[in-house]
């Protein structure tokens, strides 16, 4: 690859946990310039006073935002805020020319009816959300390649999208009898103060929370449906764990052929990821560890068949804040930009 030049971009929620993996991520990136921060209560701090332990690499103020100035100075710019907001953003951005890549829920479902009874909220950008591509790259790569706006789904989702598209794209299992057990670390919530995620109420204890009524339901089915090529219902259930970061989604589905084995499932599953350098299929028997994606764009899986209930049994690992959050939204801008999918990903867990 030649010289890339540097690609001027800004980051609108630079302060939260998305934010900072974003710059983080961005600032070992050969072909970005972070030229904005943007922010809310934060607006006026310099970036290193919210995080010194960065301050050496990220000379920038959060600043208020002005998207006529963000618009002049910067080609891309990434939404990492709360629901709703990105919605009043990426319009005015996009007709100022600037390519918007969101990783919150606004631009994540193609029907606006499902976006609002789930999140809620008035909004009439139904053309723009007509316009915006679902940015999971290892089912929609080429379509992300020639996107102007870009929802990326969340850690959740990813986790368990990549872990049940080889069964609905190849019609492997039964119609609606797919369970997705996911457990999710703290950072998973955001940086914003709650009380649950306080270490007293967290620590060393697990619980399910949103059972049957997770907003993450929907985003799946509309994705299952899209890939099998018909309505799919799921059962999804979240549960947040002891830990900050990492997410492990456990999905069971009875197949439709029982004398499938794992070595079966294991060859469908390597030839479906052979061209996603971010996925790795593990050999059979081996189950991934959250701490193994830990730091990394990757989502490790497994699958697994028990012959007396002919279920397959898929476990997926991501970090939610990488694979699942700020490192998707790069490998979509890497794919908008032609460059090297993996291109500043990292790819090598800092654990043992
Ligand atoms: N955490 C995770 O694992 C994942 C999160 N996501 C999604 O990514 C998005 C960001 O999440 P995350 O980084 O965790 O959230 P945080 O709560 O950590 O950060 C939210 C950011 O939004 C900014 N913000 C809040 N309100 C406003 C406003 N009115 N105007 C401008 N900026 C505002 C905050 O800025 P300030 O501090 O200046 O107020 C902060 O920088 C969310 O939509 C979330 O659902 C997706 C995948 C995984
Ligand atoms: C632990 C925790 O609270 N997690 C978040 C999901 C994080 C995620 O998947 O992000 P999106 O909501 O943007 O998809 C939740 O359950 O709402």
């Not at 979240?238 to 009875?254: C, Q, S």
């Not at 959050?325 to 990292?346: F, R, S, V, Y």
């Amino acid at each position: 690859m030649g010289d890339l030049g540097q690609l001027p971009v800004g980051i609108i929620g630079a302060s939260g946990y998305g934010g900072v993996q974003l710059i983080r991520l961005l600032m070992d990136h050969p072909g970005v310039e972070v030229v904005y921060l943007g922010g809310s209560s934060s607006a006026g701090k310099p970036f290193s006073e919210l995080y010194p332990h960065l301050g050496h690499c990220v000379n920038l103020t959060i600043e208020e935002i002005d998207l006529d100035k963000i618009a002049s100075r910067c080609q891309v710019v990434f939404l990492s805020l709360p629901n709703g907001l990105a919605c009043q953003m990426a319009p005015p951005l996009l007709a100022k020319g600037c390519k918007v890549i969101d990783l919150s829920a606004d631009y994540r479902f193609k029907n606006l009816e499902t976006y609002k009874t789930w999140y809620g909220g008035e909004r009439n950008d139904q053309e723009t959300v007509a316009s915006a591509v679902y940015g999971l790259p290892e089912l929609y790569r080429d379509r992300i390649a020639n996107a102007k706006l870009v929802g990326c789904p969340g850690c959740y989702v990813t986790t368990s999208l990549l872990a049940l598209a080889p069964l609905l794209k190849q019609g492997l299992i039964q119609p609606d009898t797919a369970i997705i057990d996911a457990k999710s670390g703290t950072s998973g919530a955001g940086r914003k103060a709650k009380t649950n995620l306080l270490l007293a109420e967290a620590d060393s204890s697990v619980a399910a929370y949103g059972v049957a009524r997770h907003r993450h339901t929907p985003e799946i089915e509309q994705i299952c449906s899209d890939l099998a090529g018909h309505e799919v219902m799921v059962q999804f259930t979240p549960h947040l764990m002891p830990m900050v970061r990492g997410l492990l989604a456990t999905v069971y589905a009875t197949l439709r052929d029982p004398g499938l084995v794992r070595e079966d499932l294991a060859t469908i599953y390597n030839a479906f990821y052979r061209a996603s350098p971010c996925v790795r299929v593990l050999p059979s028997g081996t189950y991934p560890q959250t701490k193994w994606a830990c730091g990394t764009n990757l989502c490790y899986i497994s699958v697994e068949v028990d012959p007396r209930t002919d279920r397959v049994i898929v476990m997926s690992v991501t970090d939610n804040l990488i694979k699942g959050q700020a490192g998707q939204a790069i490998q979509c801008l890497n794919l908008i930009m032609g460059w090297d999918e993996k291109l500043g990903l990292p790819l090598l867990s800092f654990y043992p």
